[in-house]
């Protein structure tokens, strides 16, 4: 730890510089780097996030003694330069305290606005602006502000009064007007008393006077506001960890409340919606900063063309417009023309987009702040494509500059801007699939066609829905976690879906669904983002993806410098399809259960389930040949020329049987037995921990003519093709193994009927025979795993499940609050736990490595789309990673970064 604690600026002299974002928080470094670049900012100095620390540790007392010196030099420094003295009768300065942590995060800490000032102190400056009213109104903004941030007067529920805002009611009321800048200078001074009397009352003190003493609490207050909980909130969903700390900056005040001449605002370089180079943004004449964002007045647009934009969205006539609501560029045409010069010239210095702030006082321009801006995704694409064409960037820049989990939002459709404002959220459940979708609600999947657009609501699907599924726009449950079939199988068909949403009490043979305090019925509209879990009222418009040329181009660039493999889950011909055009390389994992989920498949799969022994499922299987022969041709004819890796049966065989008395009857008929065998059955199949139980290879050892069926049909598919001149590279992979003998078994049976399926049809392919590694003891040994498997495709939702003992169906219960809780830092079903399940990973590496140096290693759990679970495959030495068609493009990006970096 460095002991110096306070950096100066000011003046075109700077103590820190951009670089210093760690020490300084990123507002501090830029302060001081626009300083060296001859940009005008008020002078000012940071105390560093270090002292945040400490402060943290040692308290305000201990931490003012450590800073008392450092920053009386540094103000002193200040005064110099703007020619006035902190804590003057008769020439005050004022000072701003501001927070700035390492990376923005807006509006969560606190500032302090016109620091310094008494009843003496406004005297003076009213006297020097030759303007009372300024003197007053921004004394009685600093009363408010300090009271409210430092001394603790700001309610903690937004439903209680804050006091200021009653008596600033109170006194607006009396006179009659609506605006606070009606009020004059009497009612001003006014307001000072009763805003003091207000503090004196609610915390028993006097409102503190000296200056310094007002400083110290200001600087202990943003420190604070590094603990508050919706900073703390804050960090937690963007991964902040909190030792970083909040640095202070305590700069000279301007003024953009000083009369018509002044102004304060915000700007982008480009526009943060689009990506369009247009330089935009808002501002208000007479105002400071708190103004515009506060919302008290229509802020103004800054630049004539924006201004006419505006005025015709919000139907304002030009009359008006002109008069009431001038652009920047109309209003003061130097400030502006400088302003336009600053922008151009810290555009091209950091090179990405900026997000200004700035203040005008009295007609000449100060920058209060520039950082690179918030964009949406089609920004974040166009912008870095734009600049890469600009020459302002170079091409590993432009893929750096990604954020991979963004791209999801052109790939998917979204709710209109617009149709948002008004939307009621009504609970809020687990983003299983992204994406926005609107429609009215059924309640059973074999309804999903009965209105042109619906969501379909379950309690949970099961495979019988899966048709359903595919009819409805979205998907939402009220159990279930990330990877529950509703989950799954969602991603895999790029359909929105919300999982898991225990607050919805969904009766389906009501046909209701009640959440927020609303019954729903049959036919009512609601509206779910998959992206977030939001549930909504009624319907609201959503938006098709684009996606533009640009969105093509940085993929190639990716693809350029990605140095592993990217392949996709799929098990339908659509969907693999989709894949393809997204990019993938082949088919990392084909659930084939998937394939037996609907129509004639699910009855022949009953028919086996219900048989009592080996010749009787022998005839069902002989009839799912064919079917299965065709599914398999079909998913890899989407592939031809890339490995498709095809897994035999997985799940337990109860899920393929209907639970509900209805179902049982129906089936019952289907097969022509009586209600009661298939009652039986279904008992007979039940499991406590089926994920634990008869799945996986379990199955195919226990009933060998499965994976003898599904063996043979992979090969006589790949046969066919080969035949029609189509090359195809079967995988052939066995789940759940944790014994190598598992696996040597499961292996026999496929190589002796890939002997017989090659004679009989007097031709060969090419396959492979490998595992998934999705049970901690396959990790440990995989060295002997890897003397028959001839790869390893890593399991990381079972291996997730099993290392953690967390079911991943039932996960949903108690993951909220450990997320919440700090115990754990992400869902590990979604970002790949690296510290635990991680080491399970490299041991399965380096010891499958070890006994095969040829092993090909991939992943294809739902990590396999997640760019932090990704970076980590690329760096564990695996060959591809896989994952649902519509994180494909996001998985290419990822790992484009993760070589790049
Ligand atoms: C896994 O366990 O990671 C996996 C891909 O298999 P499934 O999700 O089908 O169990
Ligand atoms: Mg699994």
Redesign the pocket.
Known sequence: MSNKRVYTFGNGKAEGRSDMKNLLGGKGANLAEMNLIGVPVPAGFTITTDTCTEYNEMGREKMVGLLRSEVKEAMKKVEATMNMEFGSKDNPLLVSVRSGARVSMPGMMDTVLNLGMNDESVLAIAKKAGNDRFAWDSYRRFVQMYGDVVLGMKPESKEDIDPFEQIMDEVKEAKGVENDTDLDVDDLKDLVVKFKAAVKKVTGHDFPVDPWEQLWGAVAAVFDSWMNPRAIYYRQINQIPAEWGTAVNVQAMVFGNMGDNSGTGVAFTRDAATGENIFNGEYLINAQGEDVVAGVRTPQQITKEGSLRWAKLAKVSEEDRATKFPSLEEAMPLAYAELFDVQEKLENYFKDMQDLEFTIQDGKLWMLQTRNGKRTAAAMVKIAMDMLREGMIDEKTAVLRQEPNKLDELLHPVFDMDAMVKANVLATGLPASPGAATGQLVFHADEAGKFPVTILARIETSPEDLEGMDIARGILTARGGM?SHAA?VARGMGKCCVSGAGECKIDAKARTLAAGGMTFKEGDWISLNGSTGDIYEGKIATKDPELSGDFGEIMELADKFRKIDVRTNAETERDAKVAREFGAQGIG?C?TEHMFFEGERLVRMREMILSDDEAGRRIALDKLLPIQRQDFKDVLNTMIGFPVTIRLL?PPLHEFVPHEKENQESMAKEMGVSVDVIKKKVEDLHEFNPMLGHRGCRLGNTYPEITEMQARAILEAALELKAEGKPTFPEIMIPLVGTVKELKMQEKIVRDIADQVFKEKGDKVDYMVGT?I?IPRAALTADEIAEVAQFFSF?????TQMTFGYSRDDAGKFLPVYLKQGILKNDPFQVLDQEGVGQLVHTGIERGRKTNPILKVGI??EHGGEPSSVEFCVKAGMNYVSCSPFRVPIARLAAAQASLR
């Open positions: 990877t799954v994992l659930r997985d998934m999705e399991g990381t939702n079972d291996l294809c759990g």
